[in-house]
C-alpha cells in the first residue's frame, strides 16, 4: 500500500491501464481488505475493532489527502472500496477466529 501510494504521488504508477478494468477499485479494495483481514487475525480480540478503526481512519485521511497532490485525485467510490475491503474482510477474519477450535495447550485435559 505504502509503495503504491508513493508512486502514485510521484505520478509512476500507471494508472491508465488500472482505471481501464476498474482494476483501481479492485485494488482499494484488496489492500485494505487484506491489511484489515490480517490485522484482525493478529492483533485478537481485544485489539481487533481499535485496530479497524485505525484502519478506517488511515484509509478516509489518505483518500483525503490525495487533494493536495496534483498527480492524485479524491474518488469517494476510491473511499467506499476501502471501507468495503475494511468491513468485509474483517467480518470474515472475525468469523474465521469464531470457528477455530481451541488450542490443545489451552483445553482442559484429565486431572492426574
Known amino acids: 500500500m505504502i509503495l503504491a501510494t508513493v508512486l502514485a504521488t510521484t505520478g509512476h504508477l500507471p494508472v491508465g491501464w ?3 478494468w476498474s482494476l483501481d477499485k479492485v485494488g482499494h479494495f484488496a ?8 490485522g484482525v487475525a493478529l492483533f485478537g480480540r481485544a485489539r481487533r475493532w481499535p ?9 478516509a485521511l489518505e ?12 474518488d469517494l467510490a476510491d473511499l ?3 471501507v468495503a475491503g475494511i468491513s468485509l474482510f474483517s467480518a470474515v477474519a472475525v468469523a474465521v477466529s469464531q470457528r477455530r477450535p481451541a488450542s ?3 483445553a482442559p485435559g484429565p486431572s492426574k
Request: hydrophobic share 45%; glycine share 8%; aromatic share 16%.
Open 18 to 20: 488500472l482505471q481501464r
Open 31 to 38: 489492500i485494505y481488505g487484506g491489511l484489515s483481514f490480517f
Open 51 to 59: 485496530f479497524v478503526g485505525c484502519l478506517l481512519v488511515a484509509a
Open 63 to 74: 483518500e483525503i489527502s490525495q487533494r493536495a497532490f496534483s498527480t492524485r485525485t479524491f
Open 80 to 82: 467506499a472500496m476501502n
Open 104 to 106: 490443545p495447550t489451552s
